[in-house]
């Protein structure tokens, strides 16, 4: 099962373009990956362009050189996986919606929002309240009682979180 979300920037007052994400969608990933790899609007407006994403990565541009598509065995590394450029789907384009159209979404878990003053914000079902994404991520973290890694992205499992614990406390941050 996949955890969805919506990946927006805000572009008025209360108008926001937006994408649909497939996987990934909790703060340790899809919020980590947009803090550190799409906090410039530039590069998101690029993310956005491409439409619906089966899969936000580090990288927008496939090298074309090399293989890149939807097929798991043609993927490029740390490359976004969109529906249209990547599998060819129709309309997959980003929609414009006001705040509570996508609230509206209620089959999406997380709506990533680069704001007006190009920070990032996030809402959470049942979309409640905007929160900082930046403080939220740092919360997930204070109550695993780890330090965020550097350039980690995924989900933690208590083993996970034992054996993260077990190296920070070694000193190999």
């Known amino acids: 099962m996949s955890t969805r979300s919506l990946i927006c920037m805000q572009i008025d007052d209360d108008k926001y373009e937006a994408i649909y994400c497939h996987s990934d969608g909790y703060l340790t990933y899809n919020g980590a990956m947009l803090l550190d790899h799409y ?6 407006q690029k993310l956005l362009e491409l439409g619906n994403i089966s899969c936000l990565q580090q990288n927008i541009e496939p090298d074309p050189t090399k293989p890149h598509s939807f097929d798991y065995s043609q993927r ?9 450029r990547d599998r060819g789907e129709e309309n997959q384009e980003k929609s414009i919606n006001t ?9 999406i878990e997380f709506i990533y929002i680069f704001d007006k ?34 350039g980690f992205y995924g ?9 993260e614990k077990k190296r920070q406390q070694q000193g190999e941050m």
């Open 99 to 107: 705040l509570q159209e996508l609230k509206d979404w209620d089959w």
């Open 117 to 150: 003053e190009n920070k990032w914000k996030y809402l959470e079902y049942p979309f409640e309240k905007m929160i900082d994404l930046k403080e939220g991520i740092a919360k997930i973290y204070k109550k695993l009682e780890i330090k965020q890694p550097k």
């Open 39 to 44: 906090s410039d609007k530039e590069k998101l």
């Open 155 to 163: 989900f933690w499992t208590f083993e996970s979180i034992k054996q």
């Open 76 to 84: 490029q590394d740390d490359v976004v996986v969109a529906y249209g």
